[in-house]
């Protein structure tokens, strides 16, 4: 691609299919400017630095996203929807998570997104404060559980990669730790036993996890909602 012919579209979408494959780690200019046949220095000049192209790049795939209808469907079912929305985009992308809460971001897509998220927990009947309380809450919880599960991802890597002799030894370390504090904590150790036995730990819980969490935050939603005046189910 002659350098001349490029823009910042092109460049974010290439960043996004690097960052896809190989991380955040894995993106740089360098990297950006083979893939598109031009210089490292093309890459500055239109989007500035590499902090700035995450930002692009984080916003630039919020507009993946479909949004619901809220007359249509009714307040839950679209807030619903944009949870497991959300969930799905941090899925896909799984350096997005680390993007949105370590940079300050303003930007077309995401501000799509949060417009639907007001309109839906408007039509709700939450106003002002509760409002802003409304929105954030469930996306505090998808971004938590987003994390959470970028992280055990990590670890499954990085343990795949290690020295398979020095597996063993490490994996019985950490079952003995593991063993002791549940000696000492009887509830924490009953669960422990009783995911052992299902054969289940978080990343293999991780849907159910997820569903349960959705449905509980919507429950305490409706729950403050109930009474008031204007509130829509």
């Not at 002791?180 to 509830?187: I, Q, V």
Request: charged letters at 25%; one cysteine or more; a negative charge.
């Amino acid at each position: 691609m002659a350098r001349e012919t490029l823009n910042r579209e092109q460049i974010v979408r290439a960043a996004i299919e690097l960052l896809d494959a190989e991380g955040i780690e894995g993106l740089s200019m360098r990297k950006l400017g083979q893939r598109l046949g031009s210089a490292a220095t093309a890459m500055y000049w239109h989007v500035g630095n590499k902090e700035n192209l995450l930002v692009l790049a984080a916003d630039e795939v919020w507009s993946e996203v479909r949004l619901p209808d809220v007359a249509t469907v009714g307040w839950r079912t679209a807030a619903r929807e944009l949870m497991y929305a959300a969930r799905e985009l941090c899925d896909r992308h799984s350096w997005l998570v680390r993007v949105i809460t370590s940079y300050a971001a303003a930007g077309e897509g995401l501000a799509r997104f949060q417009e639907r998220a007001y309109e839906t927990f408007e039509a709700a009947g939450f106003r002002d404060a509760d409002l802003d309380w409304a929105v954030s809450t469930p996306f505090m919880f998808v971004t938590g559980l987003a994390i959470m599960s970028s992280s055990d991802a990590a670890e499954v890597k990085k343990r795949a990669e290690q020295d398979a002799a020095a597996q063993p030894e490490q994996e019985a370390q950490a079952v003995a730790q593991m063993n002791a504090l549940a000696a000492k904590y009887p509830r924490l150790g009953a669960s422990m036993a009783a995911q052992a036995q299902r054969g289940q730990g978080f990343v293999e819980q991780v849907d159910e996890v997820f569903a349960f969490g959705v449905e509980t935050i919507l429950d305490g939603l409706t729950a403050r909602l109930a009474g008031r005046s204007g509130a829509s189910e």
